[in-house]
């Protein structure tokens, strides 16, 4: 099909995604790049604002929060014009967007924007659909940045209630979820809960990406604390070393030349 051809650019994409599960940033990011300029330059594609998003969430994860936040209202707006504002593609830009700004602490236009989306979804899936529990993770993130914590475990409690009913108890969705509520305790200093969540979350997490995977990194590194302020000094050493471990083989990986 040659090398601008939207399929192209859509194998590109997909395999950026791959370099992001990885957190190959830089790599990804590279491709996404790609993928953006065969979808721009293809007429009558819809392609280019999910492209756009791929890439504010890649800048993101690099920190890159000005440049992130741009590309996110790109992408929603050009969505807006192509499916309406009503669209669930629309509300997961509306999340993402919602997202980076909580970040960077907008936490009033971050609230609002994730209500927007909470709207759509509502109108457009059933109560107990995953993405109505997402709705809610993302909801409890932004509760968490502004350490209202017990607003987070309530709405993570909700999600969990949704997805302990849709998917198997070693799906990844129910070990995020878990991970998630085990910072919380953390943050409660609610140890000894802390770290039963932790270890239920991490093996269900190591099972969905392996070991080895680097969206490991920061609930092993919060795991190890809990450990360690729980003087369990041997298991924090191991988890340590697990962490090392992830950096090191991030570090040595070289992505193939394209």
């Known amino acids: ?69 741009r590309l996110f209202r790109q992408a929603l707006a050009q969505s807006g014009r192509q499916l309406g504002p009503d669209h669930p593609d629309v509300a997961a830009e509306l999340t993402g967007l919602a997202e980076l700004l909580g970040s960077r602490r907008k936490y009033v236009e971050a609230e609002r924007l994730l209500r927007r989306a909470q709207d759509i979804d509502r109108r457009s ?82 099972q969905a990406w392996g070991p080895e995977n680097p969206q490991l990194l920061t609930t092993l590194e919060h795991y190890s604390l809990v450990l360690r302020a729980r003087q369990q000094y041997a298991q924090s050493a191991q988890v340590d070393t697990q962490v090392m471990k992830i950096r090191v083989t991030r570090t040595l990986r070289k992505p193939a030349a394209l």
């Open 125 to 206: 899936f059933p109560p107990d659909h995953p993405q109505i529990a997402s709705d809610l993770t993302h909801a409890a993130d932004l509760a968490f940045e502004r350490k209202q914590y017990a607003q987070a475990e309530e709405l993570l409690n909700q999600a969990s209630a949704i997805l302990k009913r849709t998917f198997a108890p070693n799906h990844l969705e129910i070990g995020k979820v878990t991970a998630s509520l085990a910072e919380i305790r953390r943050c409660q200093h609610r140890l000894d809960e802390s770290e039963d969540l932790y270890r239920r979350g991490i093996a269900i997490l190591e």
């Open 1 to 69: 099909m040659g090398p601008n051809h939207p399929s192209t650019g859509d194998a590109i994409n997909e395999l950026a995604l791959a370099y992001r599960h990885e957190g190959q940033w830089k790599e990804a990011e590279r491709l996404y790049r790609r993928a953006l300029a065969i979808y721009q330059a293809a007429p009558g594609t819809q392609q280019v604002p999910v492209a756009l998003n791929n890439l504010a969430q890649t800048l993101a994860a690099q920190q890159r929060r000005g440049e992130a936040e």
